[in-house]
């Protein structure tokens, strides 16, 4: 339908109001729009902010209790593996070793030694010895093993120590003392808990504690162990942690209390410390963390009423200018007999000139497209049906290639379920491929193995590559594998899973051991070599300055056995030597050692040999042993004797392995000479005794 001159003129008007309208009311919604979302957004981001505040602070709070409870419990471990301990030496100087330990860390009150018994033998500042304290929790289940107990209040040192404001509690860390496999004694020690609130103090800085900020330290049932005023003793509500967990700037309503920004840190315990289950619960008022959304709130506000102002003034102009072409367009689109161009009239826009532009070659360019989107459809249709073949071959070849690698090959994803698994799964676990795609890594290992497999976990999907050894039960049998987990990266750069490479290399490994063995031991007699000697020697050494028990060292030298070799060959020899051995190990303790260095020379080191008669017995039982005739494999008897030369060594720092053995040397060659059954001289600063056979 055509339209007069007038009615074009109306209508322009009437689109320049209506664009004047629009405009303005667009501006208007979107600035209200943009002002809500904007507020509504940076109230999110402040609490989300004061949520991450909150949560660092447990952080810290949580790794500094882990790591101060870790380190408590390593040096009990380790002083209850100590030797001054295993060997149950006078009390005085195991009470002397108790307050060393406590000087360093003074937040032990107490540190004590209990014998199997449960009586304590010696303790810092000789409190509780000779009490009975089997019936402590702390001593029944460090008898146990390695034990870190909960926060509880004194019972036995309540009386003993000094009173103080608030009750003395403590938590308790015990060991068992195990020698030969058997508990021979408990060490224990009472943390004092106010190291907790040191922590908490250095912690909480006094601006912090300025912005309202408050922490808890509770146990698993939600009683607190640490926080402010009045709260020790109590009992969160259960579902506060329970709506704080695992969020970060949410506001939880606290009974009783009001609102607060919540954070909820679980300890998590390091290393040998399994932890005790406590929780870290960080809190703030929201009125506090919201400070800065105020003042950025009440700017949105004013700006917003600014840009509507301003706008309002401008639509009336902006609605007229846009509206002139339109217009034109829109009469010209209107009329079915207008010319196939136009040409704009008056002020226009070069928007205006793109959209005519556009609007003449629609009609062509959608025919055009039509077109092309039927050709692009079916081509694209070809493609897909073809890349989805070769997708299907390249999953083909590459399961077939991991089928035949000699090696377990899996794809774990974040959650530790199998995504991939090769065919060697079935041959080591005796499991079939499909049956493990979906199913837990912990499922197929079993919990023991994932106990000791979680480290490496944690830290490939941290993203780290990891490579270990470990011996690994399978179906068939032990094997000691090396395993490689490699992090698999999504397209954000996060770690979505890891590759798993399990090489076995139990043959290796046995060579490893076989090789280590031949290093310190004779290969025909099986007895420690020269080298092993001097290790074991130098650490007997030690143990003699340390617990002042003597220890004597013989040096055999064969006598005959040259003749035996030379008449009836390296095979009788050999045999000879073998016997020999056979003969010394019998002729002493299980706890001495027998070594050969060369040739016919045998070495005996005899640890705590109180006196001389003590050497006596042993010497003449190693000289009666080797006086038997020996039967060689080609039925011949033969006899050999022995020259032993001794030194004894009482823990004179000055004298070394070295030394020790060249004066046992010197004393077999003394005896050589002097040809006679036993002798006896004085060389360096031991005594050394002769024998001969």
């Known amino acids: 339908m055509l339209l007069s001159p007038h009615h074009r003129v109306t209508a322009g008007r009437s689109l320049s109001t209506w664009l004047a309208l629009t405009l303005l009311g667009a501006v ?42 870790a380190e408590r419990h390593a040096e009990v471990v380790a002083l209850a593996d100590s030797e001054l301990l295993r060997s149950l030496a006078d009390p005085s100087l195991i009470r002397d070793a108790l307050q060393t330990l406590q000087r360093k860390v003074p937040l032990c009150t107490w ?28 001593f029944q289940a460090g008898a146990r093993g390695p034990f870190a107990g909960d926060v509880h209040n004194a019972v036995l040192l309540e009386r003993l120590l000094p009173p103080q404001a608030e009750p003395w509690r403590f938590v308790d860390l015990a060991a068992p003392v195990v020698v030969g496999g058997t508990t021979r004694a408990v060490v224990g020690a009472h943390l004092s808990w106010e190291w907790a609130r040191d922590i908490e103090g250095q912690l909480l800085a006094p601006v ?9 330290i509770v146990q698993r049932d939600g009683q607190v162990l640490l926080g402010p005023d009045g709260s020790v003793g109590k009992k969160l509500d259960a579902g506060v942690l329970a709506a704080a967990t695992g969020l970060a700037g949410a506001v939880t309503a606290w009974p009783g209390e009001g609102e607060y920004v919540t954070a909820v840190v679980d300890t998590q315990g390091r290393s040998s410390y399994p932890g005790l289950g406590w929780r870290v619960v960080v809190r703030q008022p929201p009125v506090v963390a919201l400070d800065r959304y105020a003042a950025l709130h009440q700017q949105l506000v004013l700006a917003t009423v600014g840009v509507i102002l301003l706008m309002a003034a ?88 991991a089928d035949n690698l000699p090696a377990l090959v899996a794809l774990v994803d974040r959650e530790l379920c199998y995504r991939f698994v ?77 590759m798993v490479l399990v090489y076995d290399v139990t043959e290796r490994k046995k060579l490893e051991l076989q090789f280590a063995h031949a290093a310190h031991h004779d290969a ?41 070799n030379d008449n009836h060959g390296h095979e009788a020899g050999d045999a000879l030597l073998q016997v020999v051995a056979q003969r010394l190990r019998q002729s002493v303790r ?23 008669s003590h050497r006596a017995v042993v010497v003449d039982k190693i000289h009666a042993a080797l006086r038997a005739p020996v039967v060689l494999p080609s039925g011949i008897q033969a006899s050999v004797g022995a020259s032993i030369g001794t030194a004894e060594y009482r823990g004179e720092r000055h ?5 020790l053995l060249a004066q046992a040397d010197a004393a077999m060659y003394e005896a050589k000479r002097a040809a006679r059954g036993y002798a006896e001289a004085t060389k360096g600063s031991g005594r050394t005794v002769i024998f001969h056979s």
């Open 28 to 69: 208007l919604i979107t600035a209200l729009t943009l002002s809500f979302v904007i507020g509504h957004f940076a109230r999110r981001h402040e609490l989300s902010q004061a949520g991450a505040e909150l949560m660092q602070v447990g952080w810290q709070l949580r790794d500094q209790l882990d790591r101060g409870m």
């Open 111 to 138: 540190i004590g030694v209990a014998d199997s018994n449960g009586r304590v033998l010696a303790a810092t500042g000789g409190l509780l010895e000779g009490q009975n304290v089997s019936s402590r929790p702390w």
């Open 524 to 564: 025909l007699t099986g007895m420690p070599n020269r080298r092993r000697l001097m290790e074991l020697l130098t650490l007997s050494m030690l143990r003699t300055q340390r617990l002042g028990c003597p220890l004597v060292l013989l040096f055999l030298d064969l006598d005959g056995f040259k003749a035996v």
């Open 590 to 612: 299980r706890t001495d050692t027998v070594a050969r260095l060369a040739g016919d020379e045998f070495v005996v080191l005899l640890e705590c040999m109180p006196d001389a």
């Open 208 to 216: 912090m504690r300025d912005q309202g900020i408050q922490t808890f």
């Open 314 to 401: 401008l639509s009336p102009l902006a609605g007229r200018r846009l509206a002139a072409p339109l217009a034109q367009i829109t009469s010209w689109l209107r009329d079915p007999q207008a010319p196939t161009s136009l040409s704009l009239r008056g002020h226009s826009y070069k928007e205006a000139h793109w959209l005519l532009a556009a609007l003449m070659a629609a009609r062509a360019r959608l025919r055009t497209h039509a077109h092309e989107l039927e050709q692009l459809n079916a081509g694209l249709e070809q493609r897909v049906n073809e890349r989805t073949q070769e997708l299907h071959r390249s999953r083909e070849d590459l399961q077939t290639v």
């Open 422 to 498: 090769n065919e060697a799964y079935r041959h080591w676990w005796g499991v079939k491929p499909e049956t493990l795609l979906g199913s837990s890594m912990r499922d197929l290992v079993g919990e023991p193995n994932f106990v000791l497999l979680q480290p490496y976990v944690q830290q490939v999907l941290s993203g780290r590559r990891v490579t270990f050894e470990q011996e690994m039960p399978l179906a068939e049998k032990a094997r000691f594998v090396e395993v490689t987990y490699v992090p698999n990266h999504d397209e954000q750069g996060g770690v979505d899973g890891f």
């Open 655 to 659: 004298v070394s392995a070295e030394q």
